[in-house]
């Protein structure tokens, strides 16, 4: 399982948007695998945020990120995306991406997780 590396995390004031990217450290990964996103909150447990198929054809967000969130995949320069909006407070964490081979909202069907890039939202 390749290492996945995140970044573009950062501080951001309520209301205001920032782009997370997901690549591999070695071989093409992005084809082969749906791929997720994922963030954990100090204190609290990690929990599903996004997840797109092998073709980028179908997406899945969890509620609280529905319809401010979107995950997109980039085949050429094999890269994962999350856009997030119209962040709020509750959405500081550090977030993750990883792979698995079902398109699901269950962690543990996920692996090759990366160290993370923190988002923090000020209010």
């Known amino acids: 399982q390749e290492q996945l590396v995140e970044s573009g995390g950062g501080l951001v004031q309520a209301g205001g948007s920032l782009r997370l990217t997901c690549a591999a450290s070695?071989?093409?990964?992005?084809?082969?695998?749906?791929m997720g996103w994922a963030r954990q909150a100090p204190g609290k447990e990690r929990e599903f945020v996004a997840a797109?198929?092998?073709?980028?054809?179908?997406?899945y967000y969890a509620d609280s990120v529905k319809g401010r969130f979107t995950i997109s995949r980039d085949f050429g320069r094999d890269r994962v995306y999350l856009q997030m909006n119209s962040l709020k407070s509750e959405d500081t964490a550090l977030y993750y991406c990883?792979?698995?081979?079902?398109?699901?909202?269950?962690?543990?069907?996920?692996?090759?997780w990366g160290q993370g890039t923190q988002v923090t939202v000020s209010s």
């Open positions: 070695g071989r093409t990964f992005s084809s082969r695998y749906v």
């Open positions: 990883a792979s698995s081979s079902v398109l699901t909202a269950s962690l543990g069907e996920y692996a090759g």
């Open positions: 797109i198929t092998r073709t980028g054809g179908n997406t």
